[in-house]
């Protein structure tokens, strides 16, 4: 168990330093591109971006989760022979994929502006939609080749060609050329995919070529049979996925419609501090999927039980003082972006809470996943996409972006809670542990409660925030390292029998 946990939290580690990259050259750039473009003209170009990524989404059609369970899986069973058919079943048909949503969106550009984007801007979103067009298949390869990549054990390319790469060639070309308007400001968002995408494929090749020389047992199946089971398992998840990046931007695209693009653009833009947590959460994410992948596979329960433990954890110790932080100094924070922006203080205060939640649930939807209950987690989210866009559709005309941000907020409850049953039904797992309530009650008292009487002593402003940040995580990390003896503690061993993976009939079966 000691080797899993390391695993974790070195590839944890790893993933995090390029999460903190990303996450600081993302506000950078959304900042940049805020004050290039003014809110109405930045509510168009994000609705051009939430079409795109719904639609790259869509044309992954779940390889990427499946990628990282299937190959992970050949990994453990020395099943090298299916490494190649694996890679080809997952990766040849999103590139197909994405060129058909490539041509849908140009043809259907502005049918969507039409749809998404009211006021005086919303044709520009038209444009938006059809100049990132092109730019789909990258997109959909390049998070497909990460999730590969990732499959084989590795967090470095992820980390290396996306996280920092990726993103801080985005926020270089937004310096020197988001002045010259929108159509510039697509290629500086959008053009970087296609260099990603080149960088990983060569990197997954090197790392198939590697994995075929070690030594294995035949799979026994045909490159036909690969193919069938891997789009079994990953076919239900497709769908999951598009549910999954349609909450996310949803919100955004109702909010163009049933008010103004001008609002939309102010909801897009506060609720862009949310990533900073989001990309800590898929820190520690992307190396939990394919440890418990492992685990899972050997049928080991104690083992999957510390991994998905230690992983909430580790997931709720770095976002709770985060989003704690963004409720309280929300007002400061939007200030950064402008003061039309100041609009969307009480958005960010609830849907900050509601991610609350979501950390404190772990990486549950992973683990239903892994266990390879592909159908479950589809059901899940198309609970929370029905409850996001009816109370979308209800609020938004009553509330604004506040309703738009309870909207989100119910179905991140949703999505949460619902799966955590599931998990301890079917798999006899559960994240909670001495760890979770050290840091629930630290990170509360500290961050919270220190936080409110630092805004009430000194108001929302920037000497709170340094204190908040500074003295805080003193505090903090103090706590933490005086209980790190069983902050992640293993569970007792329950034995191997006491889980319920579905089993492969063939390898991938999703039921």
């Not at 989001?278 to 492992?294: D, I, M, N, Y």
Request: aromatic share 10%; net charge positive; with cysteine.
């Amino acid at each position: 168990m000691r080797g899993d946990l390391s695993t974790v939290i070195r590839g944890g580690f790893v993933n995090l330093v390029g999460a903190a990259v990303n996450g600081l050259a993302t506000f950078a750039l959304f900042a940049v591109l805020a004050r290039a473009l003014g809110a109405g003209l930045v509510g168009a170009f994000f609705v051009g971006v939430a079409v795109f990524t719904i639609l790259t989404t869509t044309a992954q059609m779940g390889a990427q989760v499946g990628l990282v369970r299937m190959i992970a899986r050949s990994r453990t069973l020395a099943h090298v022979d299916e490494l190649r058919s694996t890679l080809t079943a997952g990766l040849v048909p999103v590139a197909v994929l994405g060129v058909v949503a490539a041509f849908a969106m140009v043809a259907f550009a502005d049918v969507l502006s039409t749809l998404f984007a009211q006021g005086e801007n919303g044709a520009q979103a038209a444009v938006y939609v059809r100049a990132l067009a092109p730019f789909v298949p990258f997109a959909a390869l390049t998070l497909s080749a990460i999730s590969a990549t990732q499959g084989f054990g590795t967090m470095l390319p992820a980390v290396i060609v996306d996280r920092v790469g990726r993103t801080l060639t985005q926020l270089a070309l937004a310096v020197l050329f988001a002045s010259l308007g929108g159509l510039a400001v697509i290629w500086v968002w959008a053009g970087p995919y296609i260099a990603a995408f080149v960088a990983l494929l060569v990197w997954t090749l090197w790392l198939l070529r590697r994995a075929e020389r070690t030594p294995g047992v035949p799979g026994g199946r045909s490159p036909t049979d690969v193919l069938t089971a891997f789009w079994r398992f990953s076919a239900p998840r497709g769908v999951a996925s598009f549910f999954q990046v349609a909450i996310l931007w949803t919100d955004t695209i109702l909010v163009g419609v049933l008010r103004s693009v001008e609002d939309a653009g102010i909801y897009a833009v506060s609720t862009r501090f949310l990533a900073i947590g989001h990309l800590a959460v898929g820190a520690v994410l992307q190396v939990t999927g394919p440890k418990l992948s492992e685990v899972l596979t050997a049928r080991q329960h104690g083992r999957a039980q510390h991994v998905y433990r230690s992983a909430t954890t580790l997931l709720m110790a770095l976002v709770w003082p985060a989003y704690i932080t963004l409720a309280i100094f929300a007002p400061l924070l939007l200030r950064l972006f402008g003061p039309e922006f100041l609009e969307g203080r009480t958005a960010l205060v609830i849907l900050a809470i509601a991610m609350l939640v979501s950390a404190g649930s772990g990486p549950v939807d992973i683990v239903l996943l892994m266990g390879g209950r592909s159908w479950w987690s589809l059901g899940n989210w198309a609970v929370a996409f029905a409850v996001n866009v009816g109370l979308n559709l209800w609020l938004i005309p009553l509330y604004g972006i506040n309703g738009a941000a309870i909207a989100w907020g119910a179905s991140i409850l949703v999505r949460n809670l619902i799966p955590i049953l599931q998990v301890r039904w079917l798999l006899g797992l559960h994240p909670f542990g001495y760890g979770y309530a050290v840091v629930v009650c630290a990170s509360v008292a500290v961050f919270g409660g220190g936080g409110l009487a630092l805004r009430g002593l000194l108001g929302a402003t920037v000497p709170a925030l340094v204190w908040q940040v500074v003295a805080g995580a003193a505090v903090y990390g103090a706590v933490l390292w005086l209980t790190r003896a069983r902050l992640l503690e293993a569970p007792p061993e329950t034995g191997a029998a006491a889980i319920a993976v579905a089993p492969d009939r063939p390898l991938g079966s999703s039921q």
